[in-house]
């Protein structure tokens, strides 16, 4: 298969509770993108990974948002303390050569 | 004023109608152009990608930049009800950390047969 994957494929939580969202890129990609997409603001950049780090983390949107890779493959993307205004879908990519592959993104609903 | 404007229609045309999709940009260091369809529920998925200025065809989809105007579009032939999505322009500047893409808001796209 190969596409990139992302899990849940739906979230609830409430308010104040912390979530984590995977990806699972296609295998090889070595970059590897989280995104938001929100009714209002569209698509967001939120954080790029080149392996295991992250030289780009300017679209994160508080502190409260971090992300990780390991093993130059799965990334998690941990919100803390939730708020209703984090309700969206997060989406994934990884990217060889430049060209980006988007997962099928976590729809997060913040009660 | 957002870095990349895109009409949010929706644009409804019938089948068989030649659809003009089109993104204008402010930012003159944008270099890669890519057009993403994305369905109801969805990810993106990418549709054409092109770099600098140019046409590019592939089938019924052909991508223009023209930066000399900060526009591009897509142009979808003979159109059919299946291409109904949501069309995203996204664009990029060669970085130093990977190609972080900016998007337009998304163009709705019906089409009735």
């Known amino acids: 298969g190969a596409g990139v994957s992302q899990s849940p494929s739906n979230k609830v939580t409430e308010k104040g509770k912390d979530v984590e969202l995977r990806c699972d890129p296609i295998s090889g990609h070595t970059a590897l993108y989280w995104y938001r997409q929100s009714l209002g603001q569209g698509l967001e950049f939120l954080i790029y990974f080149q392996g295991n780090s992250a030289p780009d983390k300017s679209g994160l949107p508080s502190d409260r948002f971090s992300a990780e890779r390991t093993g130059g493959s799965v990334s998690t993307l941990t919100i803390q303390r939730t708020q209703q205004e984090d309700s969206a879908v997060y989406l994934c990519?990884?990217?060889?050569?430049?060209?980006?592959?988007f997962g099928p993104g976590t729809r997060l609903t913040v009660l | 004023q957002k870095e990349v404007e895109q009409d949010p229609g929706p644009l409804s045309v019938p089948e068989g109608a030649i659809v003009s999709l089109n993104c204008t940009y402010s930012?003159?260091?944008?270099?890669?152009f890519m057009w993403y369809r994305q369905y109801s529920r969805k990810g993106p998925e990418l549709l054409m990608y092109t770099y600098s200025s140019g046409n590019k065809e592939d089938g019924r989809f052909t991508a223009q930049v023209d930066k000399s105007s900060k526009y591009i579009s897509l142009f979808i032939r003979d159109s059919q009800p299946s291409d109904s999505a949501t069309y995203l322009c996204a664009m990029s500047p060669p970085t130093q950390y990977g190609n972080k893409l900016v998007f337009g808001a998304g163009t709705i796209l019906r089409v009735k047969s």
């Open positions: 990519a990884s990217s060889t050569l430049g060209t980006q592959f």
């Open positions: 930012n003159s260091a944008f270099q890669y």
